[in-house]
């Protein structure tokens, strides 16, 4: 029986893949597993018995990373679930700053009651004309799950587009379309685009990285839209660019005092991931990645341990362990193990950063006093008999 807790609200099509096997409870300190969502844990005690955390989104700024990874508890997020809502209103956002849809229809709000509508509305549509997209220039920064669909979609609408990613993985990249132009260097993105969308995750290296240098490279006419995270770019620089004619429009999806109501600025309420389909997928995919690491042992999508997977345990036993990323400790593991005659069929090892996942499935059911044992090797920060 596995005990779990829901730290926010999470669709009921994802729960409903739990088994009657867990068993939620109210409290964080009974669980082994918590799903959240936009919850701040930092401050939040972290009960030794929990064993996962999955983020149902891809954001983990909620979550305390480090802390979690040193007490063995596997932080899990939902790359691409929520992907296609988030693609879909970054080109509302591009439409919104390419033409003065809302002053129109706030314009036709005014005139309410007004008989002559139809006819004075020939006069004043003038006022809100704006550009097309097609023909215009994309620069797409961060080719993952989102930007590969937003720089892919914008072909369709017949923009010619630039992709920056120096890290896009192979997957990706067979997933991109051969029409977007893979470009090496930030500057010819800055420089040459009407459209700058930002897709990068909230790094010490990505904080603030649409600075005001950046902004000085790029055309007066040109917009630039934020549904990543609103510390990716420097607002206060932005603002005052913007109150200077620098550059026509900036379109974000986190609200905060400095950008809301600002002149340039259209600001839509956190609404990226906000669709039904797009809460069912993180649900569904959260829940999944929880009951593979709890059941099976398997790590997929986390963001502070590494990925490991040994499908369904085929043998008598299947221990895992959670450590630090430091020399001999397979040598200690199968020391340990072989001393008990215990023999190890298959096993896996994994590291990212300084910390590591070790996998083994054994020829017998591991007795307390051995898995004891292991747990009090230096460096094992937590060790678990998944069968």
């Not at 109501?261 to 839509?268: D, E, N, S, Y």
Request: proline share 3%; net charge negative; aromatic share 6%.
């Amino acid at each position: 029986m596995f005990n779990y807790t829901c730290l926010n609200p999470i669709a009921g099509v994802g729960l409903d893949l739990l088994t009657e096997e867990y068993n939620k409870v109210d409290d964080l300190k009974d669980a082994q597993a918590a799903l959240v969502r936009s919850a701040a844990m930092h401050d939040l005690e972290l009960p030794d018995c929990l064993d996962a955390v999955a983020r149902a989104g891809a954001g983990v700024n909620n979550i305390p990373l480090d802390k979690c990874a040193q007490k063995g508890i596997v932080v899990f997020n939902t790359p691409g679930a929520n992907a296609n809502g988030v693609k879909e209103l970054v080109f509302a956002g591009m439409l919104l700053a390419a033409r003065d849809v809302v002053g129109g229809i706030n314009w036709c709000t005014s005139e309410t009651g007004n008989a002559d509508i139809a006819k004075l509305a020939e006069k004043e549509k003038k006022n809100f004309a704006g550009t097309e997209l097609a023909g215009k220039k994309l620069g797409v920064i961060g080719l993952g799950a989102i930007g590969i669909k937003v720089a892919n979609t914008a072909r369709h609408f017949g923009m010619e587009v630039l992709g920056y990613d120096p890290f896009i993985s192979v997957n990706a990249a067979w997933s991109l379309s051969r029409d977007v132009k893979h470009i090496q260097d930030l500057e010819t993105i800055y420089k040459e685009c009407d459209f700058i969308t930002v897709h990068v995750p909230l790094l010490d290296s990505t904080k603030k990285m649409i600075n005001a240098d950046a902004i000085a490279m790029m055309k007066p006419t040109a917009v630039v839209l934020n549904f990543a995270r609103d510390l990716l770019v420097d607002e206060e620089a932005m603002v005052a660019a913007l109150k200077e004619g620098k550059i026509r429009k900036y379109v974000s999806d986190f609200p905060n005092p400095t950008t809301v109501g600002a002149q340039g600025c259209i600001v839509i309420p956190h609404l990226g991931a906000s669709t039904e389909e797009s809460e069912d997928n993180c649900a569904v995919m959260a829940v999944q990645e929880i009951r593979d690491y709890l059941e099976n042992g398997n790590i997929r999508n986390s963001v502070n341990y590494p990925a490991c997977d040994m499908g369904v345990c085929q043998t008598a036993g299947r221990i895992a362990f959670l450590h630090k990323n430091e020399k001999g400790a397979i040598g200690q593991f199968t020391s340990v193990l072989g001393d008990a005659g215990i023999n190890i069929d298959n096993m896996s090892n994994k590291s990212k950063g300084d910390f590591a996942y070790t996998m083994m499935d054994i020829d017998v059911s591991i007795a307390d006093d051995v898995l004891a044992k292991m747990q009090a090797l230096p460096g094992v920060i937590k060790a678990r008999v998944i069968k």
